[in-house]
């Protein structure tokens, strides 16, 4: 059972940024790919970045990439997401996600191919 917990969601102007967190806890191992994903309200959830747990490339969708960056931290078993230049079009919930896929690229994963979801976290940007 895979446990995630997401945190450093809030509020900030356009331009500013965030870095989120996703402590990782539970049985996982390195072929998981890891996810974080946004949704905004009336729109399917979006693959944002991806990157497996073990390690390698990370990948972005179009909209975010040279913004965000996906990162792991083994020691304190967490991926993070650094948010830089934020606009009001990222505002959203924001949820990462573990699973074991067949290719780790945001621009081949689903969100319903992922099981295992932390609770959300807020991102407003103004």
């Known amino acids: 059972h895979v446990q995630l917990v997401e945190s450093g969601g809030g509020s900030v102007q356009a331009g500013g940024s965030l870095r989120l967190s996703c402590q990782v806890s539970?049985?996982?191992?390195?072929?998981?790919?890891m996810g974080w994903f946004r949704q905004i309200p009336g729109k399917e959830r979006e693959g944002v970045a991806t990157t497996y747990i073990g390690g390698g490339a990370s990948y972005y969708a179009d909209s975010v990439k040279g913004r965000f960056t996906i990162s792991l931290d083994d020691a304190k078993k967490t991926v993070y997401l650094q948010m830089n230049s934020l606009k009001p079009e990222d505002t959203g919930m924001y949820y990462c996600?573990?699973?074991?896929?067949?290719?780790?690229?945001?621009?081949?994963?689903?969100?319903?191919?992922?099981?295992?979801w932390g609770q959300g976290t807020q991102v407003t940007v103004s």
């Open positions: 996600a573990a699973e074991v896929v067949g290719v780790c690229s945001v621009k081949h994963v689903r969100w319903y191919e992922f099981n295992n």
């Open positions: 539970g049985d996982i191992s390195s072929s998981y790919c």
